[in-house]
């Protein structure tokens, strides 16, 4: 199958998968909708039952991503600087299942370059991608014996697995005999400048609150200026205080909440959103580290030390820091690779 094809499907899967997000069937998809769009739609709000974080805006936000950069000119512009025969690789992919959706990025990967999947998905995220998939193979059959789903990889030439820290080290004991891509834990952080005001950090909420903070993308530390006040932060978070609608969020943030009262730490507390002086980058569900620097370029350093630990650095529009501005770590371009990685060129290296 021609690259040609291969994007042409993807474009047309975009296409599909942007209705559910703008409510507008779309008519030259009638074929398509007539046997796939209601089950979707059902499926979408089914979600909850199987992961009680993946309510139908979660889904959606995921959706909606990954359907704004499935266009033609995007996918050309993308892969524009690879050279992507067809190819003949089996390609294991162990994917996360932390926020909807979060192994497709992979998935478009492995098929885009030619190759074909063999994906073990999370329990946590283990039915949208496949009605994903049957829709993709109704578009294009030539990817019906590309894709694969299996409980155990096997038989495969190269690897890409996305996991925890200790998965991470398991991993590379059972397949780094195989060329691969091992991703483990990684964190996103907010540095906020003394200019900062309200409306400048509005901007972050939804870095930190989209998918609950579940994501890798999602901020989960605000590097501060000494004596900036935190109030600014409260307000400028308000507007998402219906994070608590999600009965596993505020159980994390209450039972958090109790653990850190309990012993002793001090905390402010907005009622949906704890912050907790820490160094420590991770923070828990519920809860948002947050850390005073003294100078910019102490903090640049001290990031750039981290850079391993890393996924995004947000921070102002105003600020030219070279980082990612506020609102856009959840809004990854088909370039933004996790961890650095460039997947195409692993990809069409093999």
């Known amino acids: 199958m021609e690259l040609e094809k291969r994007i042409n499907a993807f474009s047309k899967l975009g296409m599909f998968l942007g209705q559910f997000v703008h409510g507008i069937a779309e008519q030259e998809l009638s074929e398509i909708n007539a046997r796939f769009y209601d089950d979707f739609n059902a499926l979408i709000d089914r979600q909850r039952a199987f992961n009680a974080w993946f309510d139908r805006e979660s889904v959606l936000k995921a959706i909606g991503a990954i ?29 996360a299942g932390n926020i909807p959706l979060v192994g497709f990025h992979d998935y478009l990967s ?18 949208l991608l496949k009605k994903v998939s049957e829709v993709l193979m109704e578009m294009e059959p030539a990817f019906q014996d590309r894709i694969q789903f299996v409980e155990r990889l ?29 991703r483990k834990n990684r964190n996103s952080v907010a540095v906020i400048h003394a200019d900062d005001e309200v409306e400048d950090i509005k901007k972050l909420a939804p870095d930190v609150f989209d998918y609950y903070g579940l ?16 109030n ?8 998402w205080s219906d994070v608590v609608e999600n009965n596993k969020y505020v159980n994390n943030y209450e039972y958090n909440k109790a653990v850190y009262l309990m012993g002793s730490n001090q905390l402010l507390d907005n009622n949906f959103v704890l912050l907790k002086e820490d160094s420590g980058l991770s923070s828990p569900v519920g809860v948002l580290h947050y850390e005073y620097y003294r100078s910019l370029n102490e903090l640049k350093q001290h990031l750039a030390s981290l850079k391993d630990d890393l996924q995004c650095i947000v ?32 990809l069409s290296a093999l």
């Open 215 to 230: 994501g890798c993308r999602n901020v989960s530390k605000l590097y501060l200026p000494e004596n900036f006040p935190v």
């Open 154 to 182: 096997s038989r495969f030439d190269a690897v890409i697995a996305t996991g925890s820290n200790n998965t991470a080290r398991y991993f590379n004991q059972y397949f780094g005999k195989y060329p691969h891509i091992i």
């Open 67 to 95: 359907s704004g950069q499935l266009t033609p000119e995007k996918l050309n512009a993308w892969l524009a600087p690879y050279s992507l025969p067809e190819g003949h690789k089996t390609i294991g992919v162990i994917m």
């Open 110 to 127: 492995v098929l885009i370059a030619g190759h074909k999947l063999q994906a073990k998905l999370s329990a946590e995220d283990g039915t």
């Open 315 to 346: 921070s102002g529009d105003k600020h030219a820091d070279g980082y990612l501005n506020f609102g856009e770590a959840q809004c990854p371009a088909l370039s933004d690779y996790a961890d650095g990685v460039d997947t195409i060129a692993f």
């Open 232 to 239: 600014r932060i409260f307000e400028a978070f308000y507007d």
